[in-house]
């Protein structure tokens, strides 16, 4: 059967599918049709596993076993169990189930998996009188579920685990390019015809070296999937291993066919980034294709040989305003190459287009990329005198004379007319200037250390800016216009650095993603509020560490902590905490899963003057860690309870959802209260509905309106909150 002509699907990063077609047509495929994120396509098993084994730029390749109606659960669950998955899996083989997309009928992922799981399980069991054993984690068989609209696609997994995890990375560095993404962008920019002709490969900024081992990868003809010990198809019933072995033992015949040259040149300022490239050179075999060392841009010369390509993935987080030392640092990348590397291509992935323009060089080709959830852009240059621009400062202007820009500065102007002397007057430090004001320029926009001295240095307002992310209706090009007009005009209305100006895109999380690291620079400023100190981060997090919508919150849980002891849920960085210290508890009890989080907690703490053995910080799953305390009855007098929306962190037991769970969270926070005590419940998720009839033997007072600051009153949802309290 290893001849039959099959269907096929590979996913790729988007920005990567034109170039996983053409790998796709060298390995024989054939029909080929290629959509953003994925490319379908007709082929033998042969080709199949040349996919798994071959392609560079792949995510995933799944085996179609069809379409099938998912109007409804019922209708999903019947068509898997009439399948015959004895021809799938043998009696004994482990099985996991994995789904994406969704419809009205099958709104959860999860809920996806489970029906998927739940009628293979059941067809086994009444073929065969046993039931698979479910192994999450490297199964025999993974299938997979993709839900899209009234249809839903079925398929055998034969990846098992994403290809982008060569398995040669030892360790990521500051936000690591995703092998699969470096190698696509080294195909789109023409490495292999470079490598062909004797050019190098240079990365100045090489990071942990991914352009640099993929690049090599290419240059050895090595299949970067060789020495991955785990794929989905081992423990499929219809594999082939003599030909898998068969094909392995051509691809390592054409790897020792390549002598080594060391055309793959890399360097860091930082040491650890150069020790972590030549770890991962070597973990991946091509140590003799490199050479990388300790070397700034300064420093930056072309290296001996032919004119080669540049390949870079410069420092940017996810912002639209240049972070502190980037605009230099572009410049001074724009300049080195402009001086010393004529006659070169350079091919440059930046998140930040806008910190682009810094460079100095205009762009032949420009390709979006999604690096993870990043939105990336691939810019290609031809070094010579042609493609020199004007400076970043003559293209800003430009941006800010734009009447857009100008209508938005107007807007920016009044809000503050509005806005500042009410912070002065309420002796408030940190607030929203503008949310969302004018729908085409949908940015919500705080400013820090609004007037006063900073704790670590001289006193200057920062900027944090949060875009929320456009639906995919609207253009996007007309979208980063925008961004790049507010960026032109924030600095000069709101009188800051373009250094102190922070920002991130705003879209839905998943799981705990919005306590995710974003960087790793660890810069932190100390600001206030209510009389007190905190610590924020505008680079490393989606959230700076202070909610700024939670204010009066804050004021009122400070307001009843007198003599109490209190307990925070959910703590985070400890905001609502510090606030009741300050406010007399007698003790505080924090909870996060966190430890990032909690050591946040424990210096801000530490900065207001708390400490000791009346302040504990836990680190546990909350629901976890209400049930193991509810033998000990009632210990708190005041409790504040504010969960994620929705959470599946690998490091918690189950799923959250909190319009699902709320009544049993608070239930469960209500046995650790005391008789005359009050719990504070809070949420973000605007949607939120409080079941009250299920609450309906408790005191439940509303007091979302008058917790909305008058910063926040455009966007009066942001949160709602309630006090509970025994009957």
């Known amino acids: 059967m290893s001849d039959n002509v099959r269907y096929w699907i590979a996913t790729a990063p988007v920005g990567a599918a034109s170039v996983l077609a053409e790998e796709l047509a060298q390995f024989g495929a054939h029909d080929i049709r290629e959509r953003s994120h994925d490319v379908k396509f007709q082929g033998t098993l042969e080709v199949g596993y040349r996919a798994c084994l071959w392609s560079r730029t792949a995510t995933r390749v799944l085996l179609s076993l069809g379409s099938i109606d998912a109007g409804s659960s019922k209708s999903v669950y019947d068509a898997v169990k009439r399948i015959d998955w004895r021809e799938h899996l043998a009696t004994g083989a482990t099985l996991a189930c994995d789904c994406s997309g969704g419809n009205e009928s099958i709104r959860h992922t999860i809920y996806g998996s489970q029906l998927l799981k739940d009628a293979v399980c059941d067809n086994l069991r009444d073929a065969t009188g046993e039931r698979p054993n479910i192994k999450p984690e490297r199964p025999d068989v993974l299938l997979h579920l993709h839900v899209e609209g009234p249809t839903a696609l079925l398929s055998v997994d034969f990846s098992g685990e994403s290809l982008h995890r060569r398995g040669y990375r030892a360790e990521g560095g500051r936000a690591p390019l995703k092998e699969n993404v470096a190698a696509a962008v080294l195909l789109r920019a023409g490495w292999p015809g470079i490598c062909e002709r004797g050019g190098i490969l240079l990365d100045p900024m090489c990071g942990s070296g991914t352009f640099l081992t993929e690049g090599a990868l290419i240059a050895a003809d090595a299949a970067p999937a060789l020495d991955r010990d785990y794929f989905g198809f081992t423990g499929w019933r219809g594999h082939d291993a003599g030909l898998w072995l068969q094909l392995c033992a051509e691809a390592r015949e054409r790897r020792s066919a390549r002598p080594a040259r060391r055309c793959i040149v890399g360097s860091d300022v930082d040491p650890d980034a150069v020790r972590m490239a030549l770890v991962n050179g070597e973990r991946a075999g091509v140590a003799d294709w490199l050479h990388v060392e300790k070397r700034s841009l300064a420093e930056l010369v072309p290296p001996k040989g032919e004119a080669g390509l540049i390949a870079t993935n410069p420092p940017y987080g996810e912002r639209i305003g240049a972070e502190s030392g980037l605009p230099a640092l572009y410049s001074e990348l724009g300049l080195t190459l402009r001086d010393r590397f004529q006659g070169w291509q350079a091919a440059i ?18 390709h979006r990329f999604y690096n993870g959830t990043i939105e990336c852009r691939l810019l290609r240059f031809e070094l010579n005198a042609a493609s020199e621009q004007r400076p970043a400062e003559e293209v800003r202007a430009d941006w800010s004379s734009r009447p857009g820009a100008q209508m938005f500065a107007n807007r920016l102007r009044k809000n503050l007319q509005r806005l500042d002397p009410w912070a002065e007057r309420e002796s408030i430090d940190c607030y929203r ?94 600001v206030q509020e209510g009389g007190l100190k905190f610590w924020v981060n505008f680079r490393d997090y989606l959230d700076t560490g202070l909610f700024l919508d939670h204010r009066i919150v804050r004021a009122s849980l400070r307001e009843w902590a007198k003599d109490a002891d209190f307990l925070n849920l959910f703590c985070y960085t400890g905001s609502a905490t510090v606030y009741a210290a300050a406010g007399g508890a007698r ?32 680190r546990a799953d909350c629901l976890q860690w209400l049930e193991e305390q509810e033998p000990k009855g ?17 490091r918690m037991d189950g799923v959250l959802d909190v ?41 439940v007072e509303d007091i979302s309106a008058q917790t909305i600051p008058k910063d926040f009153e455009r966007h009066a949802r942001i949160h709602r909150c309630f006090c509970v309290r025994f009957n």
């Open 659 to 699: 319009q699902r769970d709320h009544v049993g969270m608070i239930r469960r926070s209500l046995k650790l209260l005391r008789p005359t005590g009050r719990l504070v419940f809070s949420t973000n998720y605007t949607r939120f509905k409080l079941d009250a009839e299920a609450l309906a033997d408790l005191r």
């Open 634 to 650: 009632p210990s708190f007098d005041l409790v504040f309870l504010d969960p994620p929306t929705f959470s599946n962190s690998k």
């Open 587 to 618: 003790s505080t009890t924090g909870v996060d899963l966190s430890n990032t989080y909690l050591d946040w907690a424990h210096e801000n703490l530490l900065l207001n003057g708390f400490g000791g053995a009346n302040h504990e910080l836990y």
């Open 433 to 526: 200037v503008y949310d969302a004001d004018m729908p085409e320029y949908a940015f919500a926009i705080d400013l820090y250390g609004q007037g006063a001295r900073e704790l670590t240095g001289p006193g200057a307002r920062h900027v944090y800016v949060q875009e929320y992310a456009p639906p995919k209706t609207v253009d996007q090009e007309s979208a980063r216009e925008r961004r790049r007009e507010v960026l032109a005009v924030l600095p000069e209305v709101l009188a800051v650095p373009i250094s102190h100006v922070h920002s991130r895109v705003r879209k839905p999380q998943k799981g705990s993603e919005q306590y995710e690291k974003r960087d790793t620079q660890a810069e932190r400023h100390a």
């Open 349 to 366: 992935l930046t998140g930040n287009p806008p910190l682009a323009r810094n460079l100095g060089i205009y762009a032949k080709r420009t």
